[in-house]
T-cell receptor, first 114, second 112 residues
Framework: DADVTQTPRNRITKTGKRIMLECSQT?????MYWYRQDPGLGLRLIYY???????NKGEISDGYSVSRQAQAKFSLSLESAIPNQTALYFC?????????????FGPGTRLTVL | GNSVTQMEGPVTLSEEAFLTINCTYT??????LFWYVQYPGEGLQLLLK?????DKGSNKGFEATYRKETTSFHLEKGSVQVSDSAVYFC???????????FGAGTTVTVRA
């Protein structure tokens, strides 16, 4: 079974709808992240959480919110979806090992907002 | 702030050719450096990493050396295969809060 899972894998929705993307992990990591990927822009950080009681905005948090329901679960919500939120969304987890923090990514959710 | 600049693609190669993808970085501190690979339809996978100057990361025939003097972490493979076709991302992790900053990605296509 995959260590980091994301649901749904694909979603098509309409402008103005509320959408929730879910991420679950079995790696036991404290740190979790949400990114979006757009062609030519790489991955950009939306929100991150270093433990259950810690939530932090990334570089592009406007229009998004998150919930860390448990150590293993981190959900991303779009309260009112708009077309420029069409992208590939990735969840990741990490744990500090020595002097580095390696992130492990889920398979991604492809979201299309019409 | 931190940033990563990598070679623009797409890159198209024949099987057994030599691959180099350039990556340079700007960082306020002393970062760790990574290469991630994204195969078609999949998420990102860690390919290799280096945590200090002159370290060489290697995996699956790929290598990259952390060059502090040139702020670079170029990815190389001596003989590519069709299965190496993917998007490659260079990234750095700030040791202060360990957040990752990614380059834009380089699409590599290897033809038989």
């Amino acid at each position: 079974d995959a260590d980091v899972t994301q649901t749904p894998r694909n979603r098509i929705t309409k402008t103005g709808k509320r959408i929730m993307l879910e991420c679950s992990q079995t790696k036991g990591h404290d740190r979790m992240y949400w990114y979006r990927q757009d062609p030519g822009l790489g991955l950009r950080l939306i929100y991150y959480s270093f433990d259950v009681k810690d939530i932090n905005k990334g570089e592009i948090s406007d229009g998004y919110s998150v919930s860390r329901q448990a150590q293993a679960k981190f959900s991303l919500s779009l309260e009112s979806a708009i077309p420029n939120q069409t992208a590939l969304y990735f969840c990741a987890t990490s744990v500090i090992q020595g002097k580095s923090d390696t992130q492990y990514f889920g398979p991604g959710t492809r979201l299309t907002v019409l | 702030g931190n940033s990563v600049t990598q070679m623009e693609g797409p890159v198209t190669l024949s099987e057994e050719a030599f691959l180099t993808i350039n990556c340079t970085y700007t960082a306020t501190g002393y970062p760790s450096l990574f290469w991630y690979v994204q195969y078609p339809g999949e998420g990102l996978q860690l390919l290799l990493k280096a945590t200090k100057a002159d370290d060489k990361g290697s995996n699956k025939g790929f290598e990259a050396t952390y060059r502090k003097e040139t702020t670079s972490f170029h990815l190389e493979k001596g003989s590519v295969q069709v299965s190496d076709s993917a998007v490659y991302f260079c990234a750095l992790s700030d040791r202060g809060d360990y957040k990752l900053s990614f380059g834009a990605g380089t699409t590599v296509t290897v033809r038989a």
